[in-house]
Antibody, heavy 117, light 107 residues
């Protein structure tokens, strides 16, 4: 199970830190991703972090503004979002990636981020 | 960036009918393609991985095929719970991308 938290209303230019708490599986051996969905729109991949945290990738739309990290001892994933823009408004999902499946097999319920003045 | 184009955008069908959804990649992705189902207010659910392998617990009426640039998700006989939006996604290189989605609606 994955449970996101930390969403909310933030002004343009502000920051927010999302968390994703994992339970029921060995978090430390799985790659993790963040995916977002703007209201009424499709899915957009945001970020990836390897199981050990040594490999990280971002979508161009967030590169340089977002950072991703994980605490394997605490079974948690984080997304630090800085310099937020209106177009970052979306539901943010964390998703487990199964290395064998090359796909996202477990998703959280999502947390809403609204960037507005 | 690999662009995934899904067609049609909307598919209007009746329960019991066959649904055929297409996903075309702007460049080859081998079989590094997955399909997800999303219902309103819910998180996406993995249906198919590696282009043709059903995920755990997915009914046999869902099947995937294709490789390279052309992929198909087929639902052999639509059940009421299958009316939803379907997305394809590649895992070939960075950045990962999703298709724009196909909405399967009740006719």
């Amino acid at each position: 199970q994955l449970v996101e938290s930390g969403g909310g209303l933030v002004q343009p230019g502000g920051s927010l830190r999302l968390s994703c708490a994992a339970s029921g599986f060995s978090f430390s051996i799985y790659e993790m991703n963040w995916v977002r969905q703007a209201p009424g729109k499709g899915l957009e991949w945001v970020s990836y972090i390897s199981s050990g945290g040594g490999h990280i990738h971002f979508a161009d739309s967030v590169k340089g503004r977002f950072t991703v990290s994980r605490d394997n001892a605490g079974n948690s994933l984080f997304l630090q979002m800085n310099s937020l823009r209106a177009e970052d408004t979306a539901v943010y999902f964390c998703a487990r990636e199964d290395d064998y499946f090359d796909a996202f097999d477990i998703w959280g319920q999502g947390t809403m981020v609204t960037v507005s003045s | 960036e690999i662009v995934l184009t899904q067609s049609p955008a909307t598919l209007s069908l009746s329960p019991g009918e066959r649904a055929t959804l297409s996903c075309r990649a702007s460049q080859g992705v081998s079989t590094y393609l997955a399909w997800y189902q999303q219902k309103p207010g819910q998180s996406p659910r993995l249906l198919i991985h590696n282009a043709s392998k059903r995920a755990t617990g997915i009914p046999a009426r869902f099947s995937g095929s294709g490789s390279g640039t052309e992929f198909t998700l087929t639902i052999s006989s639509l059940e009421p719970e299958d009316f939803a939006v379907y997305y394809c996604q590649h895992r070939f290189n960075w950045p990962l991308t999703f298709g724009g989605g196909t909405k399967v609606e009740i006719k």
